[in-house]
């Protein structure tokens, strides 16, 4: 039986954030970090443990968002209602798109982009579709109530995601230590022997998925109640899609707290970046974009990777044991 | 290359704390009393898809300020200098969000810029929980300034006024030339900027008497046009009303030349290039007679003349979102010394009631309403010649308007 | 809209642009098929060739057509030094590594094209641009014609190279089964640099194509790769005729799924025939079973 207290500390530190600093701009950075880790956590799901990579995470996100949103704005539906049926439409939306595809047999690259296709076809209706206000976008309605979800202050939407990537990095641990969750990973490692074995593979792929989606569109409704504002190139464009994939390799795939990780990792780079290179237009990206090829060069297992091998050199000093042979 | 102009070099080094030891270094012998400067955030999407409007519009920002600053300041604050606090939304709304929150940080007083419609949308909403005076550049669509934000101000005209203004002056324009024009087709780009031209042009021409036989939108950026000019070609429409970004308006009208499409008339609202030096220099023939209905400067204005050679001397092109930024530069500065304060409360209020003249826009008198400037207005030109001239409204025409267009 | 004087050019147009478009998937389908990567920096690759192509014309006074040779080879050693010391190394062999070595490689490229460069549009303005070629209806740019006849050139040299080359028959060899191309003496190293070194090439040969109708600015070869990747699945990763017939293809249908359903809603037939190849036949035309 894991320890829960890796996560209750994480958590319990996290959470003290808004009660160290009255800083908006510190709030606002932790709460776009945790939303990149929340979708993170989505993907990781399906592409750490499983092995499926999705390029088209996109596709729940946007479900989440613009569910909730036009819920919202057209149907006058509550807020909290709303997103409880985004995440359900996610949820579906990934559920659909799993069993087309791996009852097919797609696999590696093949699922990869077939689910840049869905999202992209996605996003194109989402720019046509009159419910969606077609090109204009949605726009919900400013009103600072608890009841429809918005708050004057950062700090409630900071509870909130916070919960939500609480919630997420529980049901990761669950599942880690679950049957699921040991199916999960014997097909990423190899299908045919867990399929020889006896697991129903396309099944396992599929919960696994929906899961996934259901996750990644708790962070679509998020932002929409978060920013107000979403049209087809923010709810199902590419710049979600990659955010969700690059957070958890970053921070370590298949691991619990990659996505976290990965997600203050690279927003930090993106912000010290921003520091020193100063106002030329992008030259923070050119030096983001370097930072993270050595972060993978020399982090190949992820951030989370580095810190196990250093526990592990740390462990093997201490018992002056020789070091334990590297996998 | 880049400009490393001396107020943001002051940042960098503030941020890297080499800042504490110049400051240290160069403590002044003899203290002058100097008024602290104004802080202004300036907020362009100056890296991504949108960098190029950006960097123009930074451009037209940051002159006005030099030009405030090289002038004494604000002379109701002792002669206070303007201090730039320049922010790169990066073509996202989000981006734009946290811009903000770094320039209510750095206690800005008033913020101006955005650009693009959504992230004038996010950027003014977060700016609203501060109680922030915003003032838009550009963003046309309406939605921003019926939100009910006491904060947002917006110097320019929003989609409503373009489309009626297009539509009255096209009206004008066809009515003297003996309304040989009956036939339209709409080409727009399908995000909030064209779709919402587009829907306004729909439900507004056929009461003008004109049939939109076809809208035809497509996406930025669109790749070839070919088969959108084939269309046009074989509904062989009296005007073709296009509604683009830059770079999509530039390709239309380069394979409508080569596809020898010329209809009696090209009549853009909003229209990317159409109004453009930059397209005229580089593609004349394809430009020739392109009439369009877009933020211009008063060409009567010496002011707006003497920026314009300014620009040009930099080796910029003049564009509509250097004078836009300048002008609303300028509304904030006279706001300034009117409230003669820095407190956002207090420049808040001297916005809500100006009626500032000292701009460069083609506009009627200065009155906010709901944040939205009552004077604001687009006018027409058109291309004639290497130049481009204003046709419509008379009081501003700097030529007569040529229509149908002749053969080729 | 099915009047042949309007279907007749639209096909054409489709198979023009579509041509451009095959070369373009036609770099990536050889970086795909032999390395197994999906190279994320392909359209940021583009862009700098294109701007390299505007360069030649603006500062040298090359005519894109001739330019095209030097810059097919200065690219070709720029896609070899990347892929043997960027992405090779920092990669260490592991899938989800080299995507975002190619993802952070995609955002320094095309950032460094935006600091050095700026972000206005650039164009190149030939005197033959707005010439014509009239084919009963049609109107075929004299440019565009060219693009068609360069591009079936390059790939018929590509295949030749692949079949009838030793290098062309080690990059098969890799391709197919890596370690006993290894135990039979091949420097998969090298031929992983000359593979991506190739596909760079390509790139550079369709921006030289590309420039005179197009225009280049840091974002704009991103608009070519989503296209790039359907072309790629549908005529089968590391097929060199597969790319071109598949590109061809998509040509046509983007250039009728625009004429019926509107520019903006046709990119969806692409996408569709995208996901419906992937689900029924994900070996494309011509690729090996998935």
Redesign the interface.
């Known amino acids: 039986m894991r320890a829960w207290a890796p996560i209750a500390i994480v958590v319990a530190l996290l959470a003290a954030v808004p009660l160290v600093t009255a800083s908006n701009v510190v709030l606002n950075f932790m709460v776009v970090a945790l939303l990149t880790a929340l979708v993170g956590q989505g993907w990781n799901l399906l592409g750490g443990y499983g092995g499926q990579y999705s390029f088209g995470h996109a596709a729940f996100f946007g479900t989440g968002a613009y569910a909730t949103a036009i819920l919202q704005v057209r149907y006058g539906v509550n807020a909290w209602l709303g997103f409880a049926i985004g995440i359900a439409a996610g949820a579906a939306v990934g559920a659909f798109i799993g069993a087309l595809s791996f009852r097919s047999g797609l696999k590696g690259s093949y699922f990869a982009l077939v689910t840049l296709a869905f999202a992209e076809v996605l996003r194109i209706v989402a720019s046509v579709a009159p419910i969606t206000g077609a090109g204009v976008g949605t726009l919900i309605k400013l009103d600072l109530r608890a009841e429809a979800l918005q708050f004057q202050s950062r700090v409630p939407f900071y509870w909130i995601i916070l919960g939500l990537v609480a919630v997420s990095v529980v049901i990761m641990r669950m599942i880690e230590d679950s049957r699921f969750g040991a199916y999960l990973v014997a097909l990423r490692e190899n299908e045919d022997a867990a399929k020889a074995l006896g697991v129903n593979t396309t099944l396992v792929k599929l919960a696994a998925m929906t899961i996934s989606a259901a996750i990644a569109a708790a962070g679509g409704c998020f932002y929409a109640q978060y920013f107000l504002f979403i049209d087809a190139g923010i709810a199902y464009g590419p710049w979600i899609s990659i955010a969700a994939l690059l957070a958890p390799i970053v921070g370590g795939a298949g691991t619990v707290f990659g996505p976290l990780l990965g997600a203050l990792v690279v927003k930090t780079l993106g912000e010290a970046t921003k520091l020193v290179a100063g106002d030329a237009p992008g030259l923070d990206l050119v030096i983001y974009g370097c930072v993270l090829i050595l972060i993978v060069a020399f982090a190949p297992s992820g951030i989370a990777g580095l810190l196990l091998k250093a526990r592990q050199r740390f462990a093997a000093l201490k018992s002056l044991r020789p070091e334990p042979p590297h996998g | 290359?880049?400009?490393?102009?001396r107020v943001?070099?002051r940042?960098?080094l503030q941020?890297?704390g080499l800042g504490a030891v110049a400051g240290l270094v160069s403590a002044p012998v003899v203290s002058r009393a100097q008024a602290t400067a104004v802080k202004v955030g300036i907020l362009h999407p100056?890296?991504?898809?949108l960098?190029?409007s950006?960097?123009q519009g930074r451009l037209g920002a940051t002159m006005a300020i030099d030009e405030i600053n090289a002038a004494g300041g604000i002379k109701a604050l002792g002669g206070a200098k303007i201090e730039a606090v320049?922010g790169?939304a990066q073509s996202?709304?989000?981006g734009g969000?946290?811009e903000v929150?770094?320039m209510?940080?750095a206690e800005v007083s008033a913020i101006v810029g955005g650009y693009a419609s959504?992230i004038c949308?996010?950027a003014s909403?977060t700016a609203?929980?501060y109680d922030l005076p915003y003032v838009v550049d550009v963003g046309v669509?309406d939605?921003i300034v019926t939100?009910?934000?006491k904060n947002t101000f917006r110097f320019g005209p929003g989609f409503g006024v373009i489309a009626k203004t297009a539509l009255d002056n096209l009206v004008s324009i066809n009515d003297q030339a003996g309304k040989v024009a009956k036939t339209v087709v709409i080409v727009h780009?399908?995000?909030?900027?064209?779709?919402?031209l587009a829907k306004l042009l729909n439900a507004q021409l056929p009461d003008r008497g004109f049939q939109v036989l076809a809208t035809?939108?497509?996406?930025t950026?669109?790749?070839?046009f070919?088969?959108?000019v084939?269309?046009i070609k074989?509904l062989n429409p009296d005007l073709v009303i296009p509604a683009d970004y830059?770079?999509e308006y530039?390709?239309l009208a380069?394979t409508m030349?080569?596809?020898?499409v010329r209809p009696k008339g090209i009549y853009s609202v909003l229209g990317g290039a159409a109004s453009s030096y930059?397209f005229v220099k580089?593609?004349p023939?394809a430009a020739q007679y392109i009439m369009d209905c877009n933020h211009w400067f008063d060409p009567k204005n010496a002011k707006a003349i003497d920026l314009k050679k300014k620009v040009e001397g930099k080796g910029e092109f003049f564009t509509y979102e250097v004078y836009m930024n300048y002008s609303c530069v300028l509304l904030l500065a006279d706001a300034l010394e009117r409230a003669a304060s820095a407190d956002r409360a207090k420049i808040t209020a001297a916005l809500e009631s100006s009626t500032f003249a000292g701009h460069v826009m083609p506009y009627g008198p200065t009155k906010f309403v709901n944040g939205q400037n009552q004077g604001a207005a687009p006018v027409n030109t058109q291309v004639l010649g290497n130049d481009i001239q204003v046709i419509l409204p008379a009081a501003f025409a700097s030529a007569k308007a040529v229509f149908p267009m002749p053969p080729a | 809209m099915l009047s042949p004087a309007i279907l007749v050019p639209a096909v054409l147009n489709g198979l023009m642009t579509g041509a451009v478009y095959a070369l373009i998937a036609l770099g990536l389908t050889l970086i795909y098929g032999v390395l197994h990567i999906i190279n994320f920096a392909h359209g940021a690759l583009l862009t700098a060739a294109m701007f390299a192509a505007f360069f030649a014309n603006n500062v040298l006074g090359l005519d894109p057509y001739l330019a095209a040779l030097p810059l097919t080879v200065l690219f070709f050693a720029l896609g070899y030094a990347l892929q043997r010391f960027v992405i090779g190394p920092a990669g260490h062999g592991d899938d989800r590594n080299i995507l975002l070595v190619t993802l952070g490689l995609a955002i320094v490229i095309e950032n460094a094209l935006l600091v050095a460069f700026r972000a206005d549009t650039r164009t190149i303005n030939l005197p033959y641009a707005f010439d014509v070629i009239e084919v009963g209806t049609a109107f075929l740019a004299v440019p565009r014609v060219i693009a068609f006849a360069v591009v079936v050139l390059v790939a018929l040299v590509l295949w030749l190279f692949m079949r009838r080359t030793d290098t062309g028959k080690a990059i098969r060899a890799v391709a197919k089964e890596k370690f006993g191309a290894e135990l039979s003496g091949i420097d998969v190293g090298h031929i992983y640099a000359v593979t991506f070194g190739l596909g760079t090439a390509c790139v550079a040969v369709a921006a030289c194509l590309l420039m005179p109708t197009y225009y280049v600015n840091p974002t704009a070869g991103n608009a070519f790769v989503l296209i790039a990747f359907t072309i790629v699945v549908l005529g089968g990763m590391g097929s060199v005729a597969g790319a071109l017939i598949a590109g061809l293809f998509v040509g046509v249908v983007e250039s009728l799924s625009g004429l019926y359903l509107g520019e903006s809603l046709g990119q969806i037939g692409i996408f569709v025939m995208f996901i419906l190849v992937l689900l029924f036949r994900p070996s494309g035309l011509f690729g090996e079973r998935a």
């Open positions: 290359m880049f400009r490393f102009s943001s070099r940042r960098f941020s890297t100056v890296s991504g898809a960098s190029y950006g960097q320049l790169d996202t709304p989000d969000n946290a929150e770094k209510n940080s959504a949308l996010a909403q609203a929980r669509v939605s939100r009910g934000l780009e399908d995000s909030a900027f064209g779709a919402g035809i939108p497509h996406p950026p669109t790749r070839d070919n088969n959108v084939l269309q074989a830059y770079n530039v390709l380069r030349q080569q596809q020898r930059k580089e593609f023939e």
